[in-house]
């Protein structure tokens, strides 16, 4: 038996792939099982003279399955007053909203306090074994979290604050964020992976959050849910895998083609965003919970601004307020460009544009720092940005 092409020692490979998966915590046992017979039959190849063949499918596979963070969670934090203040430090406005996600944080904590004491009472009135324990104990690990809530869909058009809402959440939470970028999604593939016996195998978008995540119980954003493929049987394949992903009684048994094993995301908390729902399957929309996201007001962007984006602007250019600040009354001929943005993210490149030019001028010691005042903002904003003077 040749054991050795050219320098490569199949021997050691195939015992590192060994050592790869008995290294895993938590892996579940079939999927162990699965990969050891993969094992088992590279080294029947080796005696055929095969082995190269199937072993770059097979080495990759191990490796993305010894990835999937196994039974690694971050410890939920459902802390009401946290959450609350951490909204208001990172979002301007939108009360309805952030009330809204109080009232459902508020409804989860009520409801995992509940089944807890519940399980304590269960115990101790029947007495329970120490399975029976282990078992209540683990339940009140998985049930009771955020992520059996009712999905949320958060629902406006571009730059209102959706995914940095998302964000806060996630943070708020304790939970790990991964964004899923779903606008032009062409193929449900993208989602559930291809097999590892095709062309092109590789795992589905879910399975990568898992890995970028290192935790099985991440916050995943869904975004723009609503711009998938306007092809009528693509779309129809990607809603319902969608609708499998954020269903809590089919998310459990998830299977996606490349790992061809059922994974649990129930522990996964799901948010999607769209701009408007008609692109959404009623089947799917039936499963959100949708949270609308208003436009924001001159008013409103002027405060944004002002405690905001100023602030995260100077600190991405690397200036202080002594070298860049605004006098009050510019701040109208500032926040509106040509046409009417709902959003704030016009506003966030405007301002970022202005603070590099002012960062130019005190590199190059024309200045110490500038104050922005009616005379002298068109010398930092072209015409072409904010109302014409």
């Known amino acids: 038996m040749q054991n050795s092409v050219s320098g490569f020692d199949f021997n050691e490979e195939i015992r590192s792939l060994i050592q790869k998966v008995r290294s895993v915590k938590d892996m579940p046992s079939g999927l162990v099982e699965k990969c050891e017979n993969l094992i088992l039959r590279l080294i029947k190849m080796i005696k055929i003279g095969n082995f190269s063949v199937e072993f770059e499918s097979i080495s990759e596979y191990i490796n993305v399955v010894s990835s999937i963070p196994w039974g690694k969670y971050t410890e939920e934090r459902l802390d009401i007053q946290l959450t609350k203040d951490e909204l208001e430090k990172n979002h301007?406005?939108?009360?309805?909203?952030?009330?809204?996600?109080?009232?459902?944080?508020?409804?989860?904590?009520?409801?995992?306090?509940?089944?807890?004491?519940?399980?304590?009472?269960?115990?101790?009135?029947t007495q329970a074994s120490s399975t029976k324990r282990d078992f209540y104990s683990e339940m009140s690990k998985l049930q009771g979290s955020s992520s059996h809530a009712p999905v949320?869909?958060?629902?406006?058009?571009?730059?209102?604050?959706?995914?940095?809402?998302?964000?806060?959440?996630?943070?708020?939470?304790?939970?790990?964020?991964?964004?899923?970028?779903?606008g032009g999604l062409s193929s449900v593939n993208e989602i559930r992976g291809v097999s590892r016996t095709l062309p092109n195998a590789e795992p589905g978008q879910i399975i990568k959050a898992l890995i970028r995540a290192q935790s099985m119980n991440p916050l995943i954003l869904l975004d723009e849910i609503d711009k998938v493929?306007?092809?009528?049987?693509?779309?129809a394949d990607v809603m319902a895998a969608l609708l499998e992903i954020l269903d809590p009684e089919q998310n459990s048994t998830f299977v996606d083609r490349y790992i061809d094993y059922p994974i649990d995301l129930s522990n996964c908390m799901f948010i999607a965003t769209a701009n408007n729902l008609g692109g959404?399957?009623?089947?799917?929309?039936?499963?959100?919970?949708?949270?609308?996201?208003?436009?924001?007001?001159?008013?409103?962007?002027?405060?944004?601004?002002?405690?905001?984006?100023?602030?995260?602007?100077?600190?991405?250019?690397?200036?202080?307020?002594?070298?860049?600040?605004?006098?009050?009354?510019?701040?109208?001929?500032?926040?509106?460009?040509?046409?009417?943005?709902?959003?704030?993210?016009?506003?966030?490149?405007?301002?970022?544009?202005?603070?590099?030019?002012?960062?130019?001028?005190?590199?190059?010691?024309?200045?110490?720092?500038?104050?922005?005042?009616?005379?002298n903002f068109r010398d930092f904003i072209p015409e072409d940005i904010g109302i014409y003077s």
Request: contains cysteine.
């Open 92 to 125: 301007y406005g939108l009360d309805a909203v952030k009330t809204r996600l109080l009232e459902y944080l508020a409804v989860v904590k009520l409801q995992k306090a509940k089944e807890q004491n519940l399980q304590i009472t269960e115990i101790q009135d």
């Open 152 to 182: 949320l869909c958060f629902v406006g058009i571009q730059g209102v604050g959706k995914t940095s809402m998302a964000k806060s959440m996630a943070n708020a939470l304790n939970r790990k964020f991964i964004r899923i970028a779903l």
């Open 229 to 235: 493929s306007i092809q009528t049987g693509a779309r």
């Open 280 to 375: 959404i399957s009623a089947a799917l929309l039936d499963r959100l919970e949708v949270i609308r996201f208003g436009s924001y007001s001159d008013q409103d962007k002027i405060m944004i601004a002002k405690n905001y984006l100023l602030p995260k602007v100077r600190t991405a250019t690397g200036l202080t307020k002594e070298q860049l600040d605004f006098d009050e009354d510019v701040w109208p001929l500032v926040i509106r460009p040509l046409g009417f943005d709902a959003g704030v993210r016009q506003l966030e490149r405007t301002l970022t544009e202005l603070a590099r030019k002012v960062a130019l001028q005190i590199v190059m010691g024309q200045t110490q720092g500038i104050k922005i005042s009616k005379d």
